[in-house]
C-alpha cells in the first residue's frame, strides 16, 4: 500500500545542537516531495520540496533535506537547532499523475535549553 | 503577496449543530483544497476544487459535510450537523501549479 511514514513521533534536541528527522515512502514511482512545519497554534508551512536534480535541497530556515532513492528516504536536517524550531514538522508526498498531497503522521519536535 | 486567509480562527460548538468555515485562497490560485487535520494526525483531504468546480469530494463525509465555491475565488465548509468526531482543525490550501499547495492558519473546531 502506498504511504508515508515518519518513525519518529517526537524528538527532544537541546538548542544547538543538531536535528534530523525521519521520512520513508512507499510508492511505486518516485513522488515529488515536502516537508512541512506546523508552529503551535499555526497552519503548515512549507519548508522544502523536491522534484527532481540534486538529491539535496535547502530549505527556509536553515533546513535542508536529502533524497536517496535506494533507501525511498527524504529526511529532514538542520546542523543547530534554534528554540524557535520547536514544532511539529510533515513529510508530505504528491503523486505527479494525481497531484494529492498525502501526509506523514508528523513528528514533534521539543527544543530544550 | 496575501497568503491563504481562514476564518474563523476558532469555534467551539455543540453536537448536532451547524457551522460554516470561510477560505479566501491567495490571488490567481485555481486549486483550492481542505484538509481536516485531527489531533496528533497528518491532515487528510476532504474535497479539492478546481475553479468552480469538484476534482475530489471522495473523502468527503456527505452526510454532513458540504462545500461550494461558487464564484471559483473563496471557498465556504460547512458541517450540518456536527459530530463530537468533527474536532479537528479545518485547514485551506490553495496552489497555482498542482505540485504545491499553501496553506493557511486553520479554523480550530471543537465540538462538545
Known amino acids: 500500500a502506498q504511504s508515508v511514514t515518519q518513525p519518529d513521533i517526537h524528538i527532544t534536541v537541546s538548542e544547538g545542537a543538531s536535528l534530523e528527522l525521519r521520512c520513508n515512502y512507499s510508492?511505486?514511482?518516485?513522488?515529488?516531495l515536502f516537508w512541512y512545519v506546523q508552529s503551535p497554534g499555526q497552519g503548515l508551512q512549507l519548508l522544502l520540496k523536491?522534484?527532481?536534480?540534486?538529491?539535496l535541497v535547502q530549505g527556509i530556515k536553515g533546513f535542508e533535506a536529502e533524497f536517496k532513492r535506494s533507501q525511498s528516504s527524504f529526511n529532514l536536517r538542520k546542523p543547530s537547532v534554534h528554540w524557535s524550531d520547536a514544532a511539529e514538522y510533515f513529510c508530505a508526498v504528491v503523486l505527479s499523475n494525481d497531484y494529492k498531497l498525502s501526509f506523514g503522521a508528523g513528528t514533534t519536535v521539543t527544543v530544550r535549553a | 503577496e496575501a497568503g491563504v486567509a481562514q476564518s474563523p480562527r476558532y469555534k467551539i460548538i455543540e453536537k448536532r449543530q451547524s457551522v460554516a468555515f470561510w477560505c479566501n485562497p491567495i490571488s490567481g490560485h485555481a486549486t483550492l483544497y481542505w484538509y481536516q487535520q485531527i489531533l496528533g494526525q497528518g491532515p487528510k483531504l476532504l474535497i479539492q476544487f478546481q475553479n468552480n468546480g469538484v476534482v475530489d469530494d471522495s473523502q468527503l463525509p456527505k452526510d454532513r459535510f458540504s462545500a461550494e465555491r461558487l464564484k471559483g475565488v473563496d471557498s465556504t465548509l460547512k458541517i450540518q450537523p456536527a459530530k463530537l468526531e468533527d474536532s479537528a482543525v479545518y485547514l485551506c490550501?490553495?496552489?497555482?501549479?498542482?505540485?504545491?499547495?499553501?496553506f493557511g492558519p486553520g479554523t480550530r473546531l471543537l465540538v462538545l
Open positions: 523536491y522534484f527532481s536534480g540534486d538529491t
Open positions: 490550501a490553495s496552489t497555482d501549479r498542482k505540485e504545491t499547495q499553501y
Open positions: 510508492y511505486g514511482a518516485t513522488p515529488y
